[in-house]
Nanobody, 124 residues
């Protein structure tokens, strides 16, 4: 199975910033929408953000809108999640996912491709 590869997680203080990256093989990346989910400790996985294959459409979960920005560089086969003004409640394992349809990010169990996750810890 094709795997996406996340990087950029780590430890940061409240109010700080991190940028996550998600890389994939070019044949897969350029034709798929890409997005991020997260799973806080002891909680269910939740949608964070997604971007269409050409970068023209972006969706955000309400709790991160205005603080997080999703982008992609198809020439580098990489997507990014810039996270600013981080809060302790943003602490989670962040997973990258890809799927042909941007709308399918409402249904995480149906994602075509997944990464293994990267941990983000925000201290209070």
């Amino acid at each position: 199975q094709v795997q996406l590869e996340e990087s950029g997680g780590g430890f940061v203080q409240t109010g700080g910033s991190l940028r996550l990256s998600c890389a994939a093989p070019g044949s897969i990346f350029s034709i798929n929408a890409v997005g991020w989910f997260r799973q806080p400790p002891g909680k269910e996985r939740e949608f964070v953000a997604a971007i269409s294959w050409n970068g023209e459409k972006r969706n955000y979960e309400d709790a991160v809108r205005g603080r997080f920005t999703i982008s992609r560089d198809n020439a580098k086969n990489t997507a990014y999640l810039q996270m600013n003004s981080l809060k302790p409640e943003d602490t989670a394992v962040y997973y990258c996912a890809a799927d042909p349809q941007l709308g399918n990010f409402l249904y995480p169990d149906d994602m075509a491709y997944w990464g293994e996750g990267t941990l983000v810890t925000v201290s209070s």
